[in-house]
Nanobody, 115 residues
Framework: QVQLVESGGGLVQAGGSLRLSCVYSPRFANLNNVGWYRQTPGTKREEVALLLSGGGSTYAGSVNGRFRISRDIQKSTITLQMNNLKPEDSATYYC?????????WGQGTQVTVSS
């Protein structure tokens, strides 16, 4: 069973930066796509950024150019660097990983951007 643990959320002013980290286990889990989603109360969970198993990455249009996703296989970590944050980026952010037949989710970390 893959486990994902996020950290790095918090409160930041508009224009600021945050880095979210997601540590996964087991260390050398055979993951396909990995990424980050976000959700606000009463809304559908939204894809923010994905690292594709075949190479490359995709970003939501609203974050493209401001967010960057990366993965460190040696540290079993998926990172989301968020720059130039806006109040509309406020949400609970969830780490995501896909194995052959199952989607896995972290518990979420809250990001709040004040104006």
């Amino acid at each position: 069973q893959v486990q994902l643990v996020e950290s790095g959320g918090g409160l930041v002013q508009a224009g600021g930066s945050l880095r979210l980290s997601c540590v996964y286990s087991p260390r050398f889990a055979n993951l396909n796509n990995v990424g980050w989603y976000r959700q606000t109360p009463g809304t559908k969970r939204e894809e923010v950024a994905l690292l594709l198993s075949g190479g490359g990455s995709t970003y939501a249009g609203s974050v493209n150019g401001r967010f960057r996703i990366s993965r460190d296989i040696q540290k079993s970590t998926i990172t989301l660097q968020m720059n130039n944050l806006k109040p509309e980026d406020s949400a609970t952010y969830y780490c995501y990983a896909r194995t052959d037949f199952t989607s896995h989710w972290g518990q979420g970390t809250q990001v709040t951007v004040s104006s």
